[in-house]
Nanobody, 123 residues
Framework: QVQLVESGGGLVQAGGSLRLSCTAS????????MAWFRQAPGKEREFVAG????????YYADSVKGRFTISKDNAKNTMYLQMNSLKPEDTALYYC????????????????RGQGTQVTVSS
């Protein structure tokens, strides 16, 4: 059974940075396509970024393009989301997902999902 654990969330001022981590255990991490999603209270789940199994291809939502960077370290079984120039509208619960044929914007298309880490950006 694959488990995904997110970390790195917290409270930051607008314009600041955070780096989220998603560490996997119990599976073939290096073969997984993975993604980050977020959900703010009262809003729909939103695709944030995705990465192919080997890290060669990355995808971003328009709302974060140029500010966020997704990466994957197969040796450490960890995926990252570097978030710069944070805005109050980035406030949400961020969670990772793994195990799909390709990068999908629907988290239900992934076999595994974490519980999330809270990011709060103050103005």
């Amino acid at each position: 059974q694959v488990q995904l654990v997110e970390s790195g969330g917290g409270l930051v001022q607008a314009g600041g940075s955070l780096r989220l981590s998603c560490t996997a255990s119990g599976g073939a991490f290096s073969s997984y396509t993975m993604a980050w999603f977020r959900q703010a209270p009262g809003k729909e789940r939103e695709f944030v970024a995705g990465i192919s199994w080997n890290g060669d291809s990355t995808y971003y939502a328009d709302s974060v393009k140029g500010r966020f960077t997704i990466s994957k370290d197969n040796a450490k079984n960890t995926m990252y989301l570097q978030m710069n120039s944070l805005k109050p509208e980035d406030t949400a619960l961020y969670y990772c997902a793994a195990g799909s044929f390709t990068v999908y914007s629907d988290p239900l298309r992934y076999r595994y999902r974490g519980q999330g880490t809270q990011v709060t950006v103050s103005s």
